[in-house]
């Protein structure tokens, strides 16, 4: 049974701008901190995004902050990444993740990960 399902990737050109979703199926993950990773051709799997149970804190990789923001709604159980100024390092297949516990970067033992959905910027 598929718990989060992402959506909004694609192909953009460098500059533009993209949204992600993920919405997750069990109620229980609208009390989780919820967040982003990805993962480019040939490369580790890197933290993008997080943000706190209720959505007043957030976290961003150095690489993706003032261009990139998550957000949440809890009445709908989703979390979203607005993907702004794109630029070709950022083509990757980015995974929304959900854990009961803070993440910002340093684990990547969490409890759930969603299938990927993958975004492409040309130059």
């Known amino acids: 049974q598929v718990q989060l399902v992402e959506s909004g990737g694609g192909l953009v050109q460098a500059g533009g701008s993209l949204k992600l979703s993920c919405a997750a199926s069990r109620r229980t993950y609208s009390a989780y901190y919820k967040g982003w990773f990805r993962q480019a051709p040939g490369k580790e799997r890197e933290f993008v995004a997080s943000?706190?149970?209720?959505?007043?804190?957030?976290w961003y990789a150095d690489s993706v902050k003032g261009r990139f923001t998550i957000s949440r709604d809890n009445a709908k159980n989703t979390v979203a990444l607005q993907l702004n100024n794109l630029k070709p390092e950022d083509t990757a297949v980015y995974y929304c993740v959900v854990d009961p516990l803070l993440f910002t970067g340093g684990r990547q033992d969490l409890a759930l990960w969603g299938q990927g959905t993958l975004v492409t910027v040309s130059s």
């Open positions: 943000i706190s149970r209720q959505g007043d804190t957030t």
